[in-house]
């Protein structure tokens, strides 16, 4: 749950800031074993059935920040295992990214319709009468539903004017677009990891923190202590992210941190803009009935794995931070690049060969927070320095639903006034599946989709940690505030051709 601190993202923040401490002074294995005593203290669960079992989750959970594969349950082993030998190979995730930690889940109820205590055997009965399979009957002077006839399709939810019936789903199957987790056998979620696409919404939902995803928080950190010059590619959906503090104090924190400098995303943005917009003029609707945007890597993956008859319909244009990354390493071969935004998906684009040359390591605004707390430093506290003013406004409202589509509309009308251009949205992949089977229907043809895998946007996405709200209406501001509107100005145009050929 974003912007509110819970006893789930303390203990999220507080495994990946003792990572980063581990890191800055130097790996020791001792240290790392000690850490689940040091982060679940005394003898008391407070959050689970055991201070076994909590210190056990909070291993699993370390290894993951180390950027590990949680442990085989049936066998022995620290958990260190199998991390000292790779732990300075500049490691590159390995699948699956989301997991689950089995003795961490609730067994939630995947979907389930019953009666509360809130019924007072009203006059109508409403749930009785319109039940297509007659599951709601009257016992003891309340509803009851028969759950061997119930077929979960919710119209006694919908009619019951108290609110007494309730529909409980499983909260990461709930808004998972690819109906990629199930039950096991002994009723613990299941990730279906051919159909995952790493969007991390099921990890933001589960209440009960079970559900982790792999870092590079201590490579990172171990690239900053080289004698690598180490850039910062940050993300159009900072703004907002760190409260209330300058894009000049954001700046200087990275380099307190011992990064060289930060390069602005929205400057990839704009390079992406210009592809897109060229290639809808010359592919719609003469060659495809339709395009759909490129940006979201979850959304990308979905339409290709759900309508592989879309894939060539995907804009082939390189994403913000691909085009950022190799930008920068035109200017700096000898470089290491950090990728840092909203997205767990990045993650995984980064780590495809095509990519792996130009972003080295991905960080959420959440693990980078924790690494500002690792080195005791306060943005809010740092000295201003220059703001980032490269990018345009369209290439900023990236970060938001609806600003991908409204960015290349806006360049296909500066380069042909006349063309009327159609445009759809869908935010979240549960909408973006639906947007897809409308298109197959063929009522999209002509248009320009864009999907985004977070409902809201990039501003949503899951390793964000500021209210939604608030980071939509601080990114929109920086749009507004912006020193040139469209991409068409950016002074990065020439460089497009050079970084296309990689």
């Not at 950190?221 to 940050?234: C, F, G, H, R």
């Not at 319909?313 to 470089?335: E, F, N, Q, W």
């Not at 601080?474 to 296309?500: C, F, I, R």
Request: proline share 5%; aromatic share 8%.
């Amino acid at each position: 749950m974003r912007g509110v601190k819970t006893s789930k993202s303390r203990i999220r923040k507080q495994i990946f800031t003792e990572i980063a401490k581990l890191a800055f002074e130097g790996w020791d294995a001792d240290k790392f074993q000690s850490l689940p005593y040091k982060i679940i203290k005394g003898e008391i669960a407070h959050y689970r059935d055991s201070v076994f079992v909590e210190r056990a989750v909070v291993g699993e959970r370390l290894r993951a920040a180390m950027g590990f594969p949680l442990r085989d349950y049936n066998e022995f082993s620290p958990i260190t295992e199998g991390i000292e030998e790779e732990l300075f190979n500049d490691k590159y995730y390995e699948p699956p990214l989301i997991d689950i930690i089995k003795f961490a889940c609730n067994k939630c109820a995947e979907n389930r319709v019953f009666v509360t205590n809130a019924c007072q055997n009203c006059l109508e009965h409403p749930c009785v009468e319109i039940c297509p399979k007659k599951a709601v009957s009257i016992v003891d002077g309340q509803s009851h539903i028969d759950e061997d006839k119930c077929i979960k399709c919710g119209r006694c939810v919908n009619v019951c004017e108290y609110h007494a019936i309730v529909r409980h789903e499983r909260p990461c199957a709930k808004v998972c677009g690819m109906k990629a987790i199930k039950s096991d056998e002994y009723g613990r979620a299941e990730i279906d990891h051919d159909k995952c696409v790493s969007c991390g919404m099921c990890l933001v939902n589960c209440p009960f923190g079970a559900i982790i995803d792999k870092s590079q928080i201590f490579q990172t950190i171990s690239a900053l202590k080289s004698e690598t010059p180490v850039y910062a590619a940050i993300a159009p959906a900072f703004s907002g992210q760190f409260g209330n503090v300058t894009q000049g104090q954001i700046r200087n924190a990275f380099k307190e941190l011992g990064f060289t400098d930060v390069v602005e995303v929205a400057i990839g943005a704009d390079l992406c803009t210009i592809e897109e917009a060229n290639d809808f003029i010359k592919e719609v609707p003469e060659k495809q009935p339709f395009m759909a945007t490129s940006c979201c890597p979850a959304w990308s993956v979905m339409a290709k794995k759900l309508f592989p008859e879309f894939a060539p319909y995907i804009s082939m244009a390189l994403t913000p931070m691909v085009l950022t990354g190799r930008l920068i390493k035109k200017k700096y071969p000898d470089c290491k690049v950090v990728f840092v935004g909203p997205c767990a998906a990045k993650k995984l684009e980064a780590r495809r060969k095509s990519i792996r040359s130009d972003v080295d390591f991905v960080l959420t605004f959440e693990e980078f927070s924790a690494i500002l707390d690792a080195k005791g430093i306060d943005i809010s506290k740092c000295e201003d320095g220059e703001p980032f003013k490269e990018g345009s406004g369209d290439g900023n409202g990236f970060a938001v639903s609806g600003g991908v589509a409204k960015a290349v509309e806006n360049i296909i009308k500066e380069i042909d006034p006349n063309r009327e251009v159609l445009t759809a949205r869908a935010e979240g992949l549960p909408e973006c599946r639906k947007m897809l089977q409308i298109a197959k229907a063929g009522k999209y043809d002509g248009y320009l989709l864009e999907g985004m895998g977070c409902p809201g946007g990039c501003v949503a996405g899951a390793g964000t940690i500021a209210p939604v709200n608030k980071t939509t209406q601080a990114v929109n501001k920086k749009v507004k505030d912006s020193e040139h509107l469209t991409p068409s100005m950016s002074k990065y145009k020439e460089y497009l051709p050079l970084l296309e050929e990689n």
